[in-house]
């Protein structure tokens, strides 16, 4: 349905044409995607919360760090990679990259990537200041709402997670947001997490791998998802979440032989540092900033060295420490600056960018977690992040993942995404003729004009959750409660069929081949 359709359709001056359910029917009515009032990968970037000689500052300072520090423990393979690069071996071991290196990678890197979905119509374009939220993480337990309380995290939970993303408009990634913990083996582990995502969801997929030597056997199986090897590696829809650093400072040796594996295969790379500041990284939120960049800016010359171009985001993920007992804090305020600001450095050098936002320190769904992950999706939204990690479900700060609040976050990031759109000021929307002609010659507001009724899709967005009735009507709806409507929104999502799973002849030859856990 188009804006000129709804012109025509509905009348000029103050007659209301059927009142509140005619409005709530054309409110309900599903609209074409290009004037929907949010939709992935709308621009971002009127937020920075560094000025230019600050963003200037901390580039040199990364730049220096990258000089004078270097990194400690690269794999043999990475020493020679990096080396034969132009990156220096000093008498401690520690790989240090001149800056002329430095810059040369950058200018390599690939600049504007889209992220494939298996379905292309969840495709993401992450050039320029283009934002999208999705899940991420490692939790270890899941929040069981109705009894209030937290149980390990199974495989059926990380499915249940990806078949409710795959039906959530306002989040448009999986990345693996909690650990299979009734899987003791890693290897079977790590196979069951892709199998988990990838029959949950068609949307954009990113998982880690434990060890190198499980990346090859498990792309066996993502080539047979893929129709192929030659249709896998044309439009690759999972990415490699790995974090090749362990703060501060030092490469962590096993990850980056996991990269150089999945960038063999053809898979996009997560380069995520994620130092704590305050413990591994520094207590500054510039100096945490300036080591994230560091960090990331040798693996951009890590995996450029390896192939030039090659499709990376840069994952910049430094935590916020509460500095009176050490205990992460994702939720605060200076989580959410400090993403902003890293975002801020992602458009300095012009590369595709991640960070996390949207966690919640706070165990259950609740004010608390409620402010904390809006303030922070909302920075990121705003600073133009290219994939805002975590941005739904994280709870706990990062240990506890909840289902009901994965679909209140679909409702909380409608709401941050249109904040992301901002406002646009046209002739048209002005609205100064309509203005003289309500004011002058009409009835004196603007209930029933065709502009509110034109503009109560298209620039508005509703809550599917959030109660907004009046407290009378709060009353006779029998007071609803907004976490028993998510338990139910959520178990209905999860009774429908998946619209992700492979075809019986693909998943029969998995399962024949591979031991598969989930039933």
């Known amino acids: 349905m188009s804006r000129d359709s709804f012109q025509k359709e509905e009348p000029q001056g103050p007659k209301r044409s059927g009142g509140r359910a005619a409005r709530r029917a054309i409110r309900s009515a599903p609209l074409e995607a290009e004037i929907r009032p949010i939709r992935p990968g709308m621009s971002g970037g009127t937020f920075n919360p560094l000025d230019q000689a600050g963003v200037e500052r901390i580039h040199s300072a990364a730049l220096d760090a990258l000089e004078t520090i270097g990194l400690l423990d690269a794999p043999e393979s990475g020493v020679k990679i990096l ?14 990259f001149p800056r002329s290196l430095v810059e040369d990678m950058l200018a390599t890197a690939q600049k504007n990537l889209v992220l494939f979905g298996r379905d292309p119509s969840y495709d993401l374009d992450l050039s320029g200041n283009r934002v999208h939220y999705g899940t991420a993480g490692a939790a270890v337990h899941v929040v069981d709402l109705e009894k209030r309380e937290y149980r390990d995290s199974t495989v059926q939970d990380l499915y249940n997670a990806a078949h409710l993303v795959d039906q959530l408009d306002n989040i448009h990634f999986l990345q693996r947001p909690m650990v299979c913990r009734d899987i003791s083996d890693n290897f079977s582990m790590d196979l069951n ?114 192939k030039p171009g090659y499709p990376a985001i840069f994952g910049t993920w430094p935590f916020v420490s509460d500095l009176r007992t050490g205990a992460m804090s994702g939720g605060s305020g200076e989580q959410a600056l400090l993403t902003a600001g890293c975002a801020q450095m992602h458009r300095f050098y012009g590369l595709p960018g991640g960070a996390a936002a949207g966690i919640a320190d706070s165990k259950l769904p609740d004010m608390q977690a409620g402010w904390e992950q809006a303030t922070s999706n909302v920075l990121a939204g705003l600073s133009g992040l290219n994939m805002v990690y975590e941005a739904a ?11 009901e609040s994965l679909v209140l976050g679909d409702d909380l990031l409608g709401q941050v995404q249109r904040c992301v759109r901002g406002i646009e000021v046209t002739e048209d929307n002005v609205s100064m003729d309509i203005m003289r002609s309500v004011c002058l010659d009409g009835p004196g507001h603007y209930l029933g004009h065709s502009q509110t009724l034109a503009l109560m899709q298209t620039e508005y967005i509703y809550p599917a959750l959030g109660d907004r009735t009046s407290p009378k009507e709060w009353a006779e709806n029998e007071r609803p409660d907004l976490l028993k409507k998510a338990i139910s929104l959520k178990k209905q999502l999860l009774s429908n069929p998946s619209k992700a799973g492979f075809s019986k002849e693909v998943d029969d030859l998995i399962r024949k081949n591979l031991s598969i856990h989930l039933n």
């Open 193 to 306: 997490t892709v199998y988990a995502c990838c029959s949950g969801t068609k949307k954009h997929v990113g998982v880690s791998f434990t060890e190198e030597s499980y990346v090859d056997p498990i792309m066996n199986m993502v080539h047979m998802m893929a129709g192929g090897e030659n249709k896998w590696r044309a439009r690759p829809f999972i990415s490699n979440s790995n974090c090749f650093v362990v703060p501060p400072m030092k490469f962590a040796t096993e990850s980056c032989l996991v990269m150089e594996a999945c960038i063999r295969q053809g898979m996009p790379v997560l380069l995520l540092s994620a130092g704590q500041a305050g413990a591994t990284a520094p207590p500054s939120i510039a100096g945490a900033i300036v080591q994230a960049v560091a960090e990331c800016l040798a693996g951009v010359v890590y995996v450029n060295a390896i």
């Open 83 to 96: 080396t034969d690069a132009g990156a220096i071996l000093g008498d401690d071991g520690r790989i240090r």
């Open 393 to 403: 479900g994280m709870h706990a700060s990062l240990l506890g993942f909840c289902l």
